[in-house]
């Protein structure tokens, strides 16, 4: 599965409407300085925010851990020798008061998930949140055969692998599902009614199709919980054209991935070392962006911070709960170093200017 979404991501997924510019297309000037949160948005590591449920909430950090990284070789390329740094940043991150890990199916053919349920075992269920995604593909034959079964065999088999009762909230990883989106919602009420997830999302929707889910599961008396979608300096495609707008009007909560760009904006990456091929997220060539480096290195200097820990507070301050792929304890510090402070509006406006619109693909909200 983890080769279906890297094949997909080069493919299918990545085929921008017309052609995928390698060039970074800067956003409008009237975007400058706009939807940014009131600064008395500041949360901390421990402050939760509230996802909807159909029975009460779901009460997660503002930032979540992205666990693709983890045991997905595909991408990733992922290392056995790895597992005791990430067990090292996890300790750090709960301790910190950041609870909330997101995984997938798709990521290392399920063996995100596994690590996932050995890094929280034996924890206090309630003491932290699992998100975990289901990808419908049009060579699964369950999405045949038991159309409106397929998120809820998955999920099961998701289960197995975390070894959980239940997850906090299930995502439907994007709109590639041959069914129509009232079969999924029927699949996702299910799991809510028989207590395998808490609350249900979508991933990489583009509002008609989350607006469409909505109302498909509001006939179950659930609602919504929120929309994942590509998000960050180098991608404000959300911001431009509603996606982040669209969740907050209709109570929901907007989740960015890639929120550092698959590490192009924490300084990792220079033009003479850039980022593997494999990583196609917001994939410019590292020489096109060095004028949003330089700013964003700029104001992490005079504020002592790590690029990274701006870029994610950058997402904080637009409104997004940034996912954020961690592997090792210093990637913990710098996410836990995003929170519990609010970039200027001046630094906003300063990062706004460089930052860079992006695009959509056919099937997937990256680009």
């Known amino acids: ?105 798709a990521y290392g053919n399920g063996e995100s998930e596994r690590l996932v349920g050995k890094l929280v075992k034996g924890l206090p269920r ?23 079964d397929a998120p809820y065999k998955t999920l099961k088999a998701s289960l197995e692998r975390l070894e959980l009762d239940y997850v906090d909230i299930y995502l439907v990883h994007g709109p590639t599902h041959p069914q129509s989106v009232k079969t999924v919602a029927q699949g996702l009420a299910k799991c809510v009614h028989e207590g395998l997830t808490r609350a249900v999302g979508v991933a990489n929707y583009g509002n008609d199709k989350v607006l469409e889910m909505k109302a498909a599961l509001a006939e179950y008396n659930i609602p919504l919980a929120t929309n994942q979608v590509e998000y960050s300096i180098l991608r404000r495609f959300p911001e431009v054209h509603g996606e982040i707008k669209t969740c907050t009007d209709n109570g ?36 096109d962006i060095q004028e949003t480096l330089a700013v964003l290195e700029k104001i992490a200097k005079a504020r002592g911070k790590a690029m990274a820990s701006v870029a994610l507070n950058y997402n904080i301050s637009k409104g997004a709960l940034p996912v954020v792929g961690i592997r090792n304890p210093e990637q913990a510090r710098q996410a836990i170093n995003a929170l519990g402070w609010r970039l200027s509006e001046e630094e906003m406006i300063e990062l706004d200017r460089v930052s860079v619109e992006g695009t959509k693909t056919v099937l997937w909200q990256q680009g």
Request: glycine share 6%; aromatic share 12%; hydrophobic share 35%.
């Open 126 to 148: 309630d003491s932290y949140v699992i998100q975990t995604k289901w990808l419908g593909t049009a060579m699964d034959v369950k999405n045949y055969v038991h159309a409106s």
């Open 1 to 105: 599965m983890d080769k279906v979404l890297q094949t997909g991501l080069a493919l299918g997924m990545s085929t921008a409407s017309g052609f995928h510019s390698s060039k970074p297309n800067p956003v409008p000037r009237e975007f400058d300085g706009k939807n940014i949160m009131p600064p008395t948005y500041c949360p901390t590591a421990k402050d939760r925010v509230s996802f909807p449920a159909k029975n009460g909430k779901v009460e997660a950090s503002h930032i979540c851990i992205g666990a693709w990284p983890w045991g997905d070789k595909s991408t990733w390329h992922y290392r056995e020798e790895e597992w005791p740094a990430v067990q090292a940043a996890w300790r750090e991150l709960y301790d910190a008061g950041i609870n909330f890990i997101d995984t997938a199916q």
């Open 252 to 287: 929901m909560i907007f989740q960015s991935y890639s929120s550092i760009a698959q590490g192009r904006l924490s300084g990792k990456y220079t033009v003479d070392n850039p980022p593997p091929a494999t990583y196609r997220f917001s994939s410019y060539p590292m020489e």
